[in-house]
């Protein structure tokens, strides 16, 4: 893709132009960064990691807005002779490393995205059309400098267009709203209800809703779903795990957290399916799932879960 045919307004998915503001602001911010001083350029990725770390859980609106404020610091790829590494002078190797955090930024903003959502990709559409005309071609034989960090830009973006029949593999927040993944909703047991469940973080208080629930499909107990890695902001600056609990404090509706990610949906999938053949263990049941389930995984580690203040054992 063209990196001029965005800038002037290139079509879209739909064949529509894409926002003219929204293009004019992008071409305002790669200039504006391209007249930088060395130092103003760092400082604005170090406030902009700062920022990430703040709202990478809560807050979908401030990572799109970060996500169109950091793409227009991104520069295309670059070829390098065999493994001649990062040659050149000084400022060439401090460039190189301020490319390398910007596009670690890019990548975990794009991750806690759900570009499959018609909304989320219309405020970010520009910047994903930015983004992909930047994509070296990766079958090209010359090396490329930082190619694993290519690669992970190039798979979170490919195809990415509202309606896309590829499935969203995380979930998400907005505006304290906490929304599944399409790989679970897509479960038969988790549903949603109208009456939503508010908890807070074990450690500031910060509250969140989630209209979602999983019932047993043998026990017929309703769990209510929440992020799977707790609170991100207290995690990164307490170096531990700080989990959501239920503001009322009933113990007739628990919440329930996956500390295997991978395993997450597999694992729904599975008792939703087999219920059977878990009588070892439930959603709520605080034990490993153990035979036949380890199988299913294929080798993979299976997911305990925690709920109404128990917490998952180590695997031994």
């Not at 227009?72 to 390098?80: G, I, T, V």
């Not at 219309?122 to 400098?145: F, K, T």
């Not at 490919?158 to 979930?171: F, N, Y």
């Not at 700080?242 to 597999?266: A, D, E, K, P």
Request: with cysteine; proline share 3%; charged share 25%.
């Amino acid at each position: 893709m063209n990196q001029m045919g965005i800038l002037k307004g290139d079509r879209g998915s739909k064949g529509k132009r894409s926002a003219p503001g929204s293009i004019h602001r992008l071409q305002t911010r790669i200039m504006k960064f391209q007249n930088s001083s060395a130092d103003e350029r760092l400082q604005q990725v170090e406030q902009a990691e700062l920022e990430l770390v703040e709202v990478v859980e809560e807050d979908g609106d401030a990572l799109r807005r970060l996500l169109n404020r950091c793409v227009a610091w991104l520069r295309p790829a670059k070829f390098c002779r065999g493994d001649a590494g990062i040659q050149g002078s000084m400022e060439d190797v401090n460039l190189w490393k301020l490319q390398h955090r910007i596009r670690r930024i890019l990548i975990t903003i794009l991750r806690r995205l759900d570009l499959d959502d018609a909304v989320t990709f219309q405020r970010v559409e520009v910047a994903v059309r930015y983004l992909q005309s930047c994509l070296p071609n990766l079958e090209d034989r010359r090396s490329i400098r930082s190619i694993q960090q290519w690669k992970s830009l190039s798979k979170l973006v490919e195809s990415a267009a509202p309606g896309s029949t590829r499935k969203s593999s995380r979930g998400h927040c907005f505006k304290g709203h906490y929304e599944p993944s399409a790989n679970v909703r897509s479960v038969s047991s988790v549903f949603r209800v109208d009456l939503p469940v508010k908890l807070h973080c074990s450690e500031c208080g910060l509250t969140l809703v989630s209209c979602w629930r999983f019932q047993h499909p043998r026990t017929k107990v309703e769990s209510v779903l929440v992020p799977r890695q707790g609170h991100h902001a207290c995690e990164k600056r307490l170096k531990r795990r700080c989990n959501w609990r239920l503001l009322t404090g009933r113990c007739s509706i628990c919440f329930v957290h996956c500390c295997h990610y991978h395993c997450y949906f597999s694992y729904l999938f599975f008792i939703s399916r087999f219920s059977k053949k878990t009588s070892e263990s439930g959603v709520c049941g605080m034990h490993p799932i153990r035979g036949t389930v380890n199988s299913f995984f294929s080798g993979r580690v299976p997911c305990y879960f925690e709920a109404n203040g128990w917490h998952p054992m180590d695997v031994s």
